[in-house]
C-alpha cells in the first residue's frame, strides 16, 4: 500500500505543480502530451508501459477508443480505484480523448514473459478457456472477440497479452463482482459471470504466461465478428 500511496502523493504533486506553472505567465513549461501525462507516469510509466506494481496495468498500444472508453469509466464512477477517480473527476472530455490517443501511439517492448508457477493443468484449462471456451457452459472462447491472436481490435477490444495474472484476475473479478461495468450491452459482464474461481485463476495465468506475437496491434475494426453484441464495440 505504501508504494502506492507514495505514487499517488506524487501524481498530485504533479498536477499541483502544473498548475502553478500554468498560472505563471512567464516561464511556461512544454506543452506537450508528454508533460501533460506527467501525473500518470508514476503508474503506468513514462510510454505507459506499466511498473513493477503488478495492479497498475500497461496502457502503450492499446486501442485509442478502449481507453477514452476507460477514461469515462473511472470519471464518472463505472471503473472503480479512487486515485484515478480523483484524478480524472475535472478533466474534460476531449483532454481524456487527448491523453488515450498518446498512450495508444506509444509502443515500448511488452515485457517478457514470467514463467508461471501454475500447474500444466492449470494452464491446460486456461488455453482450452481461451482458445476454444466451454460451449456446455456457454462460455464463448476469449479469442472469439479479444482475436485469434488476441491482439484485440479497433475501436473498443483490448487485447489481452502482456498484461499480468494479477490484473486479470481482478478486472475478471470486478466484473463479477459489479465493481466495473461497461457500456450495455456488457458483453464482459455476461462472460465473467458464467466464469468459476478457477476459471479465472486458470484463464489469468495462461495469458500472462503466453507470449504476445511480434506484430501486436489490435486488428481493424470489423476484421471478425463478434459472437454476440457488446455495447463498447459499436458495430
Ligand atoms: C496512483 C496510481 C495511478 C495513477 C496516478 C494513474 N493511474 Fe491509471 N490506473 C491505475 C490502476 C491501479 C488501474 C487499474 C484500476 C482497476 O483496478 O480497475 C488504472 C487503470 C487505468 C486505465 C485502464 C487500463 C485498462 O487496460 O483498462 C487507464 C486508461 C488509465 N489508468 C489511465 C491513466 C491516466 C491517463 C492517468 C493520468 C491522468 C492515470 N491513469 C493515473 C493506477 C493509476
Ligand atoms: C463477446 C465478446 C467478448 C468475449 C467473448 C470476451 N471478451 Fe473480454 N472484453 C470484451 C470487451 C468489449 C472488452 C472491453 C470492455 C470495456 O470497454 O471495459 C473486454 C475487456 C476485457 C478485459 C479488460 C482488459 C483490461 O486491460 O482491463 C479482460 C481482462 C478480458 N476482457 C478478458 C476476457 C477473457 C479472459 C475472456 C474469455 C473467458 C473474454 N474476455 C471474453 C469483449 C469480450
Avoid at 477514452?68 to 486515485?83: D, W
Avoid at 508457477?117 to 464463448?140: F, H, K, M, N
Avoid at 473498443?156 to 470486478?174: E, M
Wanted: glycine share 8%.
Amino acid at each position: 500500500m505504501f508504494a502506492r500511496n507514495a505514487a499517488l502523493a506524487l501524481a498530485i504533486a504533479t498536477l499541483a505543480a502544473c498548475n502553478v506553472a500554468a498560472a505563471q505567465t512567464a516561464n511556461q513549461p512544454p506543452d506537450t502530451m508528454a508533460a501533460r501525462v506527467e501525473a500518470c507516469t508514476p503508474c503506468h510509466g513514462n510510454k505507459g508501459e506499466g511498473t513493477s506494481d503488478v495492479y497498475f496495468p500497461r496502457l502503450a498500444g492499446k486501442p485509442a477508443g478502449y481507453l477514452y472508453n476507460q477514461l469515462l469509466a473511472f470519471k464518472n464512477g463505472r471503473r472503480k480505484y479512487p486515485p484515478m477517480n480523483y484524478l480524472l473527476e475535472f478533466l474534460t472530455d476531449p483532454y481524456l480523448q487527448q491523453m488515450a490517443d498518446y498512450f495508444a501511439d506509444q509502443h515500448p517492448a511488452l515485457p517478457p514473459v514470467v514463467a508461471s508457477d501454475a500447474s500444466q493443468e492449470v494452464l491446460q484449462r486456461g488455453q482450452s478457456l481461451v482458445t476454444r471456451g466451454d460451449p456446455q457452459r456457454q462460455i464463448p472462447a476469449c479469442g472469439s472477440c479479444h482475436g485469434p491472436a488476441l491482439t484485440g481490435m479497433e475501436p473498443g477490444i483490448p487485447g489481452l497479452l502482456g498484461l499480468r495474472p494479477n490484473y486479470i484476475s481482478a478486472q475478471l473479478g470486478a466484473w463479477r463482482y459489479g465493481t466495473r461495468t461497461a457500456k450495455a450491452p456488457d458483453c464482459m459482464q455476461q462472460v465473467a459471470a458464467r466464469l468459476t474461481e478457477e476459471d479465472v485463476t486458470a484463464v489469468a495465468a495462461w495469458l500472462a504466461n503466453h507470449p504476445a506475437p511480434v506484430m501486436n496491434a489490435p486488428a481493424p475494426k470489423g476484421t471478425y465478428v463478434l459472437p454476440f453484441a457488446c455495447g463498447s464495440e459499436p458495430e
